[in-house]
């Protein structure tokens, strides 16, 4: 049984900093593509980065040069670490997991439908 659970969200003032972790089991996940996903109240649940089994990365727009996805293979452990926070990045935060190895879908590695395996969420609040 695959299982994702994320942990480290939580409350912090523009410019802070935190960092998402991902706990897979039941999944060699070193071998798929992994991403993660956010979603604020009233919009849909959008990439925000993701993770090839080969270690190469891709980031939404909004967040490249603040946020930086990384994984460590011996820990069965995805991680996002987001820097220069805003308060447009307060959304639910999910991980969630390919069963392909590669992040490219018809062009595009944020297509949700591709991940098959997604985590619980954890909430990340920005205040002004």
């Known amino acids: 049984q695959v299982q994702l659970v994320e942990s480290g969200g939580g409350s912090v003032q523009a410019g802070g900093s935190l960092r998402l972790s991902c706990a897979t089991s039941?999944?060699?996940?070193?071998?798929?593509?992994m991403g993660w996903f956010r979603q604020a109240p009233g919009k849909e649940r959008e990439g925000v980065a993701a993770?090839?089994?080969?270690?190469?990365?891709s980031y939404a727009d909004s967040v490249k040069g603040r946020f930086t996805i990384s994984k460590d293979n011996a820990k069965n452990t995805l991680y996002l670490q987001m820097n220069s926070l805003k308060p447009e990045d307060t959304a639910i935060y999910y991980c969630?997991?390919?069963?392909?190895?590669?992040?490219?879908?018809?062009?595009?590695?944020?297509?949700?439908?591709?991940?098959?395996?997604w985590g619980q969420g954890t909430q990340v609040t920005v205040s002004s």
């Open positions: 969630a997991a390919s069963s392909y190895p590669l992040c490219v879908f018809g062009g595009t590695w944020s297509d949700r439908n591709e991940y098959n395996y």
């Open positions: 039941g999944y060699t996940y070193s071998s798929h593509c």
């Open positions: 993770i090839d089994s080969d270690g190469s990365t």
